[in-house]
């Protein structure tokens, strides 16, 4: 579900109209495909009102803020609505907020910058051009609140004026023809079509919280690499047979280690079958499992000088060099 | 190209800075009193580079010549890293600009005769053998027949023998320095990759034969030249493409040719991993397969890189590279 923010009703008048909705309260409301939410004019009042409705509506997963704006003449034409980028911020001392942010609208090419206060002069006006050729007053403060509650953030700005000179535009004239060219925009932003994760749960295994995660990161990991796709990995799978379903997710998860790192896989396997060889209640020899140095581990139980002595001559056999070779890579065809 | 110059005003009547924005007379410039008011003084997205990319030009204040971090080179000479240039106008997926700058644009600095004096006191303070490297944050080359600054640092390296002075590249880009007279301590080092991770990995640099081109061109007029084979991408055939890739070379050079030749698996800090995350999100490279190595950096796991490490390198010995020729670079094994 998204959330539409304006700062003012009069920019959402044909969205209102486009689906029946209900107001939940004076300043939000609900349609069958968005919320509608009208944040007020200013950055303070944007967060505040966008993070109230984040905090208690979980079913929104993208926050999409349209309405009006001042641009460089000489970058944009007015009446024009352009799909923004990155988000910048003019202080209220009138310096430039470090932090940006950046919209997932992968085709968009123009940048804005939301200022604290009005711009009062074209001066004030080019030292902002330098950053972006748009200038409005809340974009910055809902893309903050969007990342905070992790959700997409997009933007479409409509220029109704020319930000080197003295807001002039008489928005309530236009109103109607600004909300349904915003609108336009908005109907041809294009639609996810990112692969729900539970569509990509093989069928028959039963996944922990834990095994799930991983599962998911091995598959993404397998599939960048192999250059395929998630849904033609998991039809390469082979069929695992094991009588618990749990048994059977073990079986996917290894053979799934096994195909993005072979080499490393193959290491492990070596060691573990060298170690378990010296392996009991009262001797243990381990080796450093993320292999990154070629320290070995040794823990003995005993309970005299003799015993100690016979654990010890029992390491004797203990391939040292081939344990080293496999723990840097070496002979290992 | 730049979708703005920005000169400080102190350079503005600077011979490289006329030059340039000869060159560039397209492009809208702008005056202003320091770089630093405006390079990084916000966030600016690194993929911005392709639609939206600023030329500055600057004077490098502060420290202009550094010490090398450790494992720097080829012995055991002090190696220091001049200054003349933040970012790069190239692409490389694995590149650690991206998590190292807050914004994308270039800034080159024309103050050389400045970072000149620092190198020949640098010099004249050290009593045996050192190293100067160009390159550590922008590519040595790829501009330079625009920036035209590496005549001066020859008058300068020829007056210091027991200087070296290693100029780094991607580029076949060898117009500006071509026709200077060779010298034994300066080199040109081309860092070559196999064909496929060119074209899958380092976005706009110079296909391979350009690159192999410019470095026989070089050869065959006297100069030194080196070769990084850095960074290695893991593939399931990345040894034989290596193997191919030194046959190659062979088409173009013989091994006495090449002052030496380091060699370096792709590794990344985590910053620049979330970087190559958010920024190439869909490229294989990502597959890995990576893990957290004992410096903290994002690398294959010990066993495959020095596997992969000892294997290209006993294929340089087969075609002929001498074990004084080759070294493995940034690792500490
Ligand atoms: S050539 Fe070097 S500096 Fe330029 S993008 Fe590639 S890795 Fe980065």
Not at chain 1, 9 to 20: I, K, M, T, V, Y
Not at chain 1, 74 to 97: C, G
Not at chain 1, 160 to 177: R, Y
Not at chain 1, 318 to 328: A, G, N, Y
């Amino acid at each position: 579900m998204q959330i539409l923010c304006f700062a003012h009703r009069l920019e959402a008048s044909a969205f209102f109209n486009h689906a029946p909705n209900k107001s939940i309260t004076p300043y939000l409301f609900k349609a069958d495909k968005y919320y509608i939410l009208i944040t007020g004019e200013g950055m303070q009042s944007a967060t505040e009102h966008l993070t109230e409705v984040l905090a208690t509506t979980p079913e929104i997963n993208a926050v999409i803020n349209l309405g009006v704006a001042a641009g460089n003449p000489e970058q944009t034409e007015l009446n024009h609505v352009y799909p923004i980028r990155t988000l910048y911020r003019q202080r209220a001392d009138l310096q430039m907020e470090f932090r940006s942010f950046t919209t997932q609208n992968k085709e968009a090419q123009f940048d804005v910058t939301s200022t604290e206060t009005r711009i009062q002069s074209s001066e004030d006006a080019n030292k902002i051009f330098q950053f972006s050729p748009i200038l409005d007053r809340e974009a910055w403060a809902l893309a903050s609140v969007s990342k905070r509650f992790k959700k997409d953030f997009f933007c479409f700005k409509y220029i109704s004026d020319d930000a080197t000179k003295e807001a002039c535009s008489q928005i309530k004239d236009i109103a109607e023809e600004i909300s349904l060219t915003l609108l336009n925009a908005y109907l041809n932003l294009p639609t996810d079509k990112n692969e729900n994760t539970e569509d990509l749960i093989p069928k028959g295994y039963h996944f922990t919280f834990t095994q799930k995660n991983e599962y998911e990161k091995l598959l993404h990991k397998i599939s960048l690499k192999k250059n395929i796709s998630p849904k033609q990995l998991i039809a390469s799978f082979p069929t695992f047979n094991a009588k618990k379903p749990n048994d059977k997710t073990k079986l996917l998860l290894t053979f799934m280690q096994e195909h993005l790192d072979p080499f490393t896989f193959n290491i492990k396997q070596r060691l573990n079958e060298i170690t378990a060889k010296y392996k009991n209640d009262s001797l243990k020899v381990s080796y450093d499992k993320s292999l990154e140095s070629d320290d070995l581990e040794l823990n003995i139980k005993f309970t005299s000088a003799d015993d100690l002595a016979n654990k010890l001559r029992n390491l004797d056999s203990f391939p040292f060099e081939k344990v080293l070779d496999l723990l840097r890579g070496k002979n290992v065809e | 190209m730049w979708s703005k110059i920005l000169i400080e005003d102190n350079v503005k009547e600077h011979k490289q800075v006329k030059t340039i924005v000869e060159r560039f007379n397209k492009s809208p410039v702008q005056y202003i009193s320091s770089y630093e008011d405006y390079f990084q003084k916000v966030k600016k997205p690194y993929l911005q580079k392709r639609s939206d990319l600023q030329l500055i030009l600057a004077q490098k204040k502060g420290s202009l010549v550094k010490l090398t971090p450790a494992a720097y080179g080829v012995g055991n000479e002090a190696h220091y890293y001049f200054i003349h240039a933040y970012n790069c106008i190239y692409e490389c997926q694995y590149c650690y600009l991206q998590g190292y700058f807050q914004s994308p644009d270039i800034v080159l600095f024309v103050n050389h005769d400045e970072i000149i004096e620092e190198i020949k006191q640098i010099y004249n303070d050290t009593k045996s053998e050192v190293w100067f490297h160009a390159g550590e944050f922008s590519d040595s080359l790829a501009l330079s027949h625009i920036t035209e600054e590496w005549p001066m640092y020859w008058n300068a390296f020829s007056e210091m023998p027991n200087a070296y002075l290693e100029l780094r590249t991607k580029s076949a880009n060898i117009k500006s320095i071509e026709n200077l007279q060779p010298l034994k301590n300066i080199i040109v080092s081309f860092s070559l990759s196999t064909d496929s991770a060119i074209k899958e990995y380092d976005s706009k640099t110079a296909p391979l034969k350009a690159r192999l081109s410019a470095m026989q061109k070089l050869i065959q007029k006297g100069f030194k030249v080196g070769i990084h084979f850095d960074p290695i991408i893991v593939t399931d055939t990345v040894i034989s493409e290596y193997t191919q890739l030194i046959e190659q070379m062979s088409e173009y050079f013989q091994p006495k040719d090449i002052s030496y030749i380091s060699i370096g698996v792709v590794r990344f800090t985590k910053d620049v991993y979330q970087q190559v995350q958010k920024n190439y999100p869909d490229s294989p490279m990502l597959g890995g397969p990576f893990y957290t190595s004992f410096d903290n950096k994002v690398r294959y796991s010990r066993p495959l890189r020095l596997h992969l490490l000892r294997a290209i390198e006993s294929q340089l010995h087969k075609a002929g590279y001498k074990e004084q020729q080759v070294y493995l670079c940034m690792e500490r094994d």
